[in-house]
């Protein structure tokens, strides 16, 4: 597993994407916005004395933005002077870390045989009809994303969806919409990472 040093490393190792912190690739999505990379340079200086702290590193880089975007794992590799390369194979080998931006609120519904069989896929096809929601997306407005997950452990309470790490059991498809119009909606200006803390 890749080793974080605090800077023992020669930068002659690194290629020149890996040196700057803010280079971005160009492709056909949308434009990142900026991070404030002050929050992660702190969160680095946590760790600048401790060997194999990458994974740490990015869960607590997740935390604070929401998701790792480019500019996030770049400016990883930068400071703590690992291969990008290595940065990413971690951050893409482990399910907990996510690359693109995320919804503010998280809805994981469930669709395990116990859901399944209780209706859960009405539940999947309301958000898609009512809210234009499909599983693994999500929202145009970053409000909301939508994952189907296989259980989670509420078969008692089921059709079950956990909404900002809360369970709701028992759901009906009219009961999810009511839920998610119950949940507080962001400001447009405030909506830079989701609150559900993956």
Do not use: W
């Not at 690194?14 to 690739?25: D, G, K, Y």
């Not at 990458?54 to 933005?65: M, N, S, T």
């Not at 209706?119 to 234009?132: D, Q």
């Not at 507080?184 to 830079?192: K, Y």
């Amino acid at each position: 597993m890749p080793e974080f040093h605090g800077g023992n490393r020669n930068d002659r190792h690194l290629s020149p994407a890996m040196t700057h912190p803010t280079v971005q690739e160009k492709t056909g999505a949308a434009a990142e916005p900026p991070a404030d990379l002050a929050r992660l340079d702190r969160i680095l200086d946590e760790f600048k004395s401790v060997r194999g702290a990458l994974i740490p590193i990015l869960q607590r880089a997740q935390d604070a933005y929401g998701y790792l975007s480019r500019q996030v794992l770049s400016h990883i590799a930068y400071k703590a002077r690992v291969p990008l390369a290595d940065v990413y194979g971690v951050a893409t080998f482990y399910a907990q870390f996510h690359l693109e931006r995320r919804g503010r609120h998280l809805i994981r519904v469930c669709d395990g045989t116990a859901c399944h069989v209780r209706g859960a896929a009405k539940n999947v096809e309301i958000l898609e009809k009512r809210l234009g929601l499909v599983p693994g997306g999500t929202s145009a407005d970053y409000e909301y994303t939508v994952e189907v997950v296989y259980c989670l452990g509420s078969c008692g309470l089921a059709p079950v969806a956990v909404v900002d790490n809360q369970v709701c059991g028992r759901l009906t498809p009219e009961g999810m919409i009511r839920h998610l119009q119950a949940l507080p909606q962001s400001r447009p200006e405030a909506n830079g990472k989701g609150n559900h803390g993956s």
